[in-house]
């Protein structure tokens, strides 16, 4: 299983970026996908994630702002980041999980992922 993950670069307070999880080898709707960032000190946080049915969970800090979403025929998740703040500059990761699939999903922490993509740099400008 590969991860693409994209879309990440520097927009101003306010703004939006629309991230893009692409599945190389494999098809996404098998598996539940989850959105987590990291800034350099701090662990890797969860941001958002989605079930195969389409269920999704929202950290509180993005509730209102970001969506994520599938689109099964591009094989991808997205993420649309919203109003977006300078405390969500971090470096955006994908993961995977085909157990989690019907799992209704909630805040999971990183090592409940089985595969993960290269991360992609959000950066937030006040």
């Known amino acids: 299983v590969q991860l693409q993950a994209s879309g990440g670069g520097l927009v101003q307070s306010g703004g939006s970026l629309r991230l893009s999880c692409a599945g190389s080898?494999?098809?996404?709707?098998?598996?539940?996908i989850g959105w987590f960032r990291q800034t350099p000190g701090l662990e890797r946080g969860a941001v958002a994630c989605?079930?195969?049915?389409?269920?999704?969970h929202y950290a509180d800090s993005v509730k209102g702002r970001f969506t994520i979403s599938r689109d099964n025929a591009k094989n991808t998740v997205v993420l649309q980041m919203n109003n977006l703040k300078p405390e969500d500059t971090a470096l955006y990761y994908c993961?995977?999980?085909?157990?989690?699939?019907?799992?209704?999903?909630?805040?999971?922490?990183?090592?409940?992922?089985?595969?993960w993509g290269q991360g992609t740099l959000v950066t937030v400008s006040s």
């Open positions: 993961a995977a999980d085909e157990r989690l699939q019907y799992v209704p999903p909630r805040e999971r922490r990183p090592d409940e992922y089985a595969y």
């Open positions: 989605i079930n195969t049915k389409g269920d999704t």
């Open positions: 080898g494999v098809t996404l709707d098998r598996y539940a």
